[in-house]
């Protein structure tokens, strides 16, 4: 399947197999996913992806990853041209998912030794006050 490039004004209800429509005053993009399986893929221009026209063919940038169909299908077009990309596996979006919080633990752990260096600290210069009253 090649993917023309067509510029609307708004979304079609009705998507053509084959055709990226871009809405620049809506700023989406929407095509019937290049897999086949029929699902309306809906991408968001310019904040999630680039869509541009090269001599009318579609040229998307980055690759598009269909997350909320169940094909998961993972692709790059350009200029028209679709070329399959290994799919986001669950695996691979769970080991993502596990680094992510594993950054955000560290983070936490550091953040929390910090917090309790203070405590630590004042409860020292507490002592110390203490003592200078015989405590
Ligand atoms: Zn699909």
Known sequence: ??????????????LAEGVVYHSEEFEVAALL?????GHRVMLLVPDSHQVYSESGMATIRPS?????????????????????????????AASVMRNQIARH?????KRSTW?????????????????????
């Not at 633990?105 to 752990?109: F, G, Q, S």
């Not at 917090?115 to 405590?135: D, E, H, M, N, Q």
């Open 1 to 14: 399947m090649r993917f023309a490039y067509q510029a609307v004004e708004r979304i079609p209800k009705q």
């Open 33 to 37: 996913c290049a897999c086949g399986c």
């Open 64 to 92: 598009i990853s269909v997350c909320d169909a169940r094909c998961k299908a993972h692709y790059v077009v350009t200029a028209g041209d679709v070329e399959m990309l290994p799919a986001f596996s669950e695996a691979l």
């Open 105 to 109: 633990a560290n983070r936490e752990t």
């Open 115 to 135: 917090t309790s260096w203070v405590p630590t600290t004042f409860a020292k210069v507490l002592r110390k006050i203490a003592s200078l009253f015989g405590g």
